[in-house]
T-cell receptor
Framework: GENVEQHPSTLSVQEGDSAVIKCTYS??????FPWYKQELGKGPQLIID?????GEKKDQRIAVTLNKTAKHFSLHITETQPEDSAVYFC???????????FGQGTRLTINP | GAVVSQHPSRVICKSGTSVKIECRSL??????MFWYRQFPKQSLMLMAT?????????EQGVEKDKFLINHASLTLSTLTVTSAHPEDSSFYIC??????????????FGPGTRLTVL
């Protein structure tokens, strides 16, 4: 089955700097890769996703890149703000699989 | 995106009792709902997948007789933790999707339910 590895487990950056979180997946058939932000005591919220037919997607300060050959995808947050502090999860889903397989999570702390 | 609610948000119960958690999709028809469990500082672990009108499919290691799932309508799924014990204390999160709709692939997550078993 699919296996998703996420790094780093914790990340601390200065406000205004960029943050990058990386994930690798094992199943080359996976074709949907969402990123979720989870604040303390709350459910995950989708912040951006990418499908296997594109290599990059951007939404304001957030971007995701996908390298299908290497089977890895990354989340990029630019001009970080204190409210970006949270736990971020990557996930992968195969065609027709319905199930999301999550990475281990990254605790991002933005230092003012 | 679509909105998913959970009730209750927090529940404390005595060991041996049963607890029911509701998951509702408020503005779309959820053909499939998922139940996850999350321990502190850990990732989400899928417990089961339920399709409306059919029996849930449980992940390996999840006891179906202990975690009863019902998906009786396109907007409601329930998870009942039977004979709860302290080790069942966790954060339970549901998500909903509609594979046939415009939100293909996307799962919309509820706010979670914190279960504490004394």
């Amino acid at each position: 089955g699919e296996n998703v590895e996420q790094h780093p487990s914790t990340l601390s950056v200065q406000e205004g700097d960029s943050a990058v979180i990386k994930c690798t997946y094992s199943d080359s058939a996976s074709n949907y890769f969402p990123w979720y932000k989870q604040e303390l005591g709350k459910g995950p919220q989708l912040i951006i996703d990418i499908r296997s037919n594109v290599g990059e997607k951007k939404d304001q300060r957030i971007a995701v890149t996908l390298n299908k050959t290497a089977k890895h995808f990354s989340l990029h947050i630019t001009e970080t703000q204190p409210e970006d502090s949270a736990v971020y999860f990557c996930a992968a889903m195969g065609p027709g699989a319905q199930k999301l397989v999550f990475g281990q999570g990254t605790r991002l702390t933005i230092n003012p | 995106g679509a909105v998913v609610s959970q009730h209750p948000s927090r529940v404390i119960c005595k060991s041996g009792t049963s607890v029911k958690i509701e998951c509702r999709s408020l503005d779309f028809q959820a053909t499939t709902m998922f139940w996850y469990r999350q321990f502190p500082k850990q990732s989400l672990m899928l417990m089961a997948t339920s399709n409306e009108g059919s029996k849930a499919t449980y992940e390996q290691g999840v006891e179906k007789d202990k975690f009863l799932i019902n998906h009786a309508s396109l907007t409601l799924s329930t998870l009942t933790v039977t004979s709860a014990h302290p080790e069942d204390s966790s954060f339970y999160i549901c998500s909903a999707s509609n594979l046939a709709g415009v939100f293909y692939n996307e799962q919309f997550f509820g706010p979670g339910t914190r279960l504490t078993v004394l």
